[in-house]
T-cell receptor, first 108, second 112 residues
Framework: EDQVTQSPEALRLQEGESSSLNCSYT??????LFWYRQDPGKGPEFLFT???AGEEKEKERLKATLTKKESFLHITAPKPEDSATYLC?????????FGAGTRLAVHP | KAGVTQTPRYLIKTRGQQVTLSCSPI?????VSWYQQTPGQGLQFLFE???????NKGNFPGRFSGRQFSNSRSEMNVSTLELGDSALYLC???????????FGPGTRLTVL
């Protein structure tokens, strides 16, 4: 059965303290690994898509990487405005399967 | 380019009633997917429509249904509402160039 697991559930960082979020996936016929950011009461905001092992993408303080079983979202020198829930999702046949998310809180 | 829009943004209904939610995808996108988000279950796939045809369906009861119009706008209907249907309902649209899905702001449904 296709499954996506994210860890940790919650993460508290000091401003400037770099860290990584983990996403483990099992899906037959992966057609993309997606990262989204979601703020309270809002829809998920698209961040990255990764399609093959070894692929990396960057956007400001965020960098996403992909292996055959995991994806990591690295956050470098985070700021308080990076506080949000980060969702990972794999795409099998035409549907996204989401993990439960990591709630990130960055304190000044 | 305008993003995905959903109406209404908030809705309060009572048990047994039915509700219809609307989604307008990004211009040019022909695929629309619906998701339910709750604190306990997270984001769960409901169904996907492409060119007015349901292409995929999640594990939800038949009370949940949808349709898509020729202009790609989509509606989702929930009949005989239950308390457990209270959730944020999200719509996502996808173009044909890749698999990236872009979400709307959601409709917050509260069932009393």
């Amino acid at each position: 059965e296709d499954q996506v697991t994210q860890s940790p559930e919650a993460l508290r960082l000091q401003e400037g303290e770099s860290s990584s979020l983990n996403c483990s996936y099992t899906v037959s016929g992966l057609r993309g690994l997606f990262w989204y950011r979601q703020d309270p009461g809002k829809g998920p905001e698209f961040l990255f898509t990764l399609y093959s092992a070894g692929e990396e993408k960057e956007k400001e303080r965020l960098k996403a990487t992909l292996t055959k079983k995991e994806s990591f979202l690295h956050i470098t020198a985070p700021k308080p405005e990076d506080s949000a829930t980060y969702l990972c999702a794999s795409m099998g046949y035409n549907k996204l399967i989401f993990g439960a998310g990591t709630r990130l809180a960055v304190h000044p | 380019k305008a993003g995905v829009t959903q109406t209404p943004r908030y809705l309060i209904k009572t048990r047994g009633q039915q509700v219809t939610l609307s989604c307008s995808p990004i211009s040019g996108h022909r695929s629309v997917s619906w998701y339910q988000q709750t604190p306990g279950q997270g984001l769960q796939f409901l169904f996907e429509y492409f060119s007015e045809t349901q292409r995929n369906k999640g594990n939800f009861p038949g009370r949940f249904s949808g349709r898509q119009f020729s202009n790609s706008r989509s509606e989702m209907n929930v009949s005989t509402l239950e308390l457990g249907d209270s959730a944020l309902y999200l719509c996502a649209s996808r173009g044909t160039a890749n698999n990236e899905q872009f979400f709307g702001p959601g409709t917050r449904l509260t069932v009393l």
